[in-house]
């Protein structure tokens, strides 16, 4: 397996230290870039790009949404998955960081072992939000968002409308092919054909998506 590069970017030194400590020490992790806010993080990273950014919202000199946002719109830079650390929990951040292009959103408390995870399983390209986070989002989002055209479902074939849909209400790869009878690698094989088709960076997107398009309803998000 590949090594996964990562920087860290938060205001407190003491935090940088205790994160990079704590993946430095995994054998497929590695620390390349250190910054206290934004604006240095994207400096570096035009020098050293990375797999995931591990990132403060609140810093000075360019805040973790800024930057964000900076990342995902720069192709340079776009590579990265950017994961939001923060001491505050569910507000009005989660709906900004998802907008802003993160792919997942972590808070500072978390046990290192799931920090850890994190990681990884960003940089798979998979979603860093649970099925409550998930239903938290999308509760948020309706207050804002319309169901938008199905135009960009027209991609799609009937099956992959149905993965979509799940991965829509917060479901893993393995619990949407128990749902629809399929092998977890088929249902893996489907949710990657969708991110291509439809030009998501990653599941989150797919999740927006989802929802965007009617097929995840605010009844399911009250009712589930």
């Known amino acids: 397996m590949t090594d996964i590069s990562v920087a860290i970017a938060d205001d407190h030194q003491l935090v ?26 994207l400096e570096k990273l035009t020098t050293t790009p990375v797999d995931v950014v591990l990132m403060d919202i609140r810093m000075p000199d360019g805040d973790g ?38 792919s997942g959103f972590l808070l500072k408390d978390t046990e290192p072992v799931d920090l850890i995870r994190a990681v990884r399983v ?11 986070v998930t239903k938290y989002l999308l509760s948020r989002m309706s207050l804002g968002l319309r169901s938008g055209p199905t135009k960009n479902l027209d991609v799609l074939t009937e099956r992959e409308r149905e993965v979509l849909a799940l991965v829509g209400q917060g479901l893993s790869n393995d619990e949407i092919a128990a749902r629809l009878v399929l092998s977890p690698l088929t249902a893996k094989t489907h949710v990657s054909r969708i991110m291509s088709k439809v030009a998501a960076r990653d599941r989150v997107h797919l999740v927006v998506l989802a929802y965007e398009c009617g097929l995840v309803s605010p009844g399911w998000l009250h009712g589930g």
Do not use: H
């Open 16 to 41: 940088r230290a205790g994160f990079a400590s704590l993946l430095d020490a995994e054998p497929d992790i590695n620390v390349l870039v250190q910054a206290s806010g934004g604006e240095e993080l």
């Open 65 to 102: 949404l800024w930057a964000t946002e900076q990342i995902a719109a720069d192709p340079g830079l776009d590579q990265a998955r950017v994961v939001l650390v923060t001491t505050f929990g569910l507000d009005e951040y989660i709906v900004r960081a998802v907008r802003a292009g993160a």
């Open 122 to 132: 960003v940089a798979e390209g998979e979603a860093l939000l649970s099925p409550e």
